[in-house]
């Protein structure tokens, strides 16, 4: 079945302490994107990658880190969490970019509190 | 830059009756545009997309949406509302050329009443 993946679905963690949440997708897609969902901002993008090694800042990159070193995984790194990280991550993959009509395949959400 | 603007942050209508969300957007450039749908702790879902063929565009599960350049809109429409209708529903553009990112709208939570 196709589809994104990502893990953990749920976490709570301390201010500080770093994690990464997985992301993997198996329909061997080029671009692969991360968004956070806070109510009434929609989503936003962290960041992106339009392949492998390449990667490049959304709208919301501070305080993220991203890497693309194999097609299928695009694991996001919070190197020190805060509170205001507090929210619900999507990872989304496609074939190619937004802009040429591409639709993004979702994951089912990473629900991030930090305390 | 681009932009979208969902006028409706939540929209209630009856079972059977027709649907409405609105979306005007903007962008330096010719667009892409979306909506995407996502059901409660669900992920999100692609409805439709416009990318420069024909105007009027039709989606999954009846719904449909319109491109007018001249308003720069996009608005969402589905004749008789269905109780799994129930969900928010995102407008996003990207731009064509250039850009590789995709901007969302704020949402609009749509709400059936029996």
């Known amino acids: 079945e196709a589809q994104v993946t990502q893990n953990p679905r749920y976490l709570i963690t301390v201010t500080g302490k770093k994690l990464t949440v997985t992301c993997s997708q198996n329909?061997?897609?080029?671009?692969m994107s991360w968004y956070r969902q806070d109510p009434g901002l929609g989503l936003r993008q962290i960041y992106y990658?339009?392949?492998?090694?390449?990667?490049d800042k959304g709208d919301v990159p501070e305080g993220y880190k991203v890497s693309r070193k194999e097609k299928r995984n695009f694991p996001l790194i919070l190197e020190s969490p805060s509170p205001n990280q507090t929210s619900l991550y999507f990872c989304?993959?496609?074939f190619g970019a937004g802009g040429l009509g591409y639709e993004q395949y979702f994951g089912p959400g990473t629900r991030l509190t930090v305390t | 830059a681009q932009s979208v603007t969902q006028l409706d942050s939540h929209v209630s209508v009856s079972e059977g009756t027709p649907v409405l969300l609105r979306c005007n957007y903007s962008?330096?450039?010719?667009?892409?545009l979306f909506w995407y749908v996502q059901h409660p702790n669900k992920g999100l879902q692609l409805l439709l997309k416009?990318?420069?063929?024909?105007?009027l565009v039709k989606g999954i599960n009846g719904f449909e949406a319109e491109f007018k350049k001249s308003e720069t809109s996009f608005h969402l429409t589905k004749p008789s509302a269905h109780m799994s209708d129930a969900a928010e529903y995102f407008c996003?553009?990207?731009?064509?050329?250039?850009?590789?990112?995709?901007?969302f709208g704020q949402g609009t939570r749509l709400t059936i009443n029996p």
């Open positions: 990658s339009m392949n492998v090694e390449v990667t």
């Open positions: 329909m061997n897609h080029e671009y």
């Open positions: 962008s330096s450039y010719s667009p892409s």
């Open positions: 989304a993959s496609s």
């Open positions: 996003v553009v990207s731009e064509k050329w250039g850009a590789q990112k995709l901007v």
């Open positions: 416009y990318t420069s063929a024909a105007t």
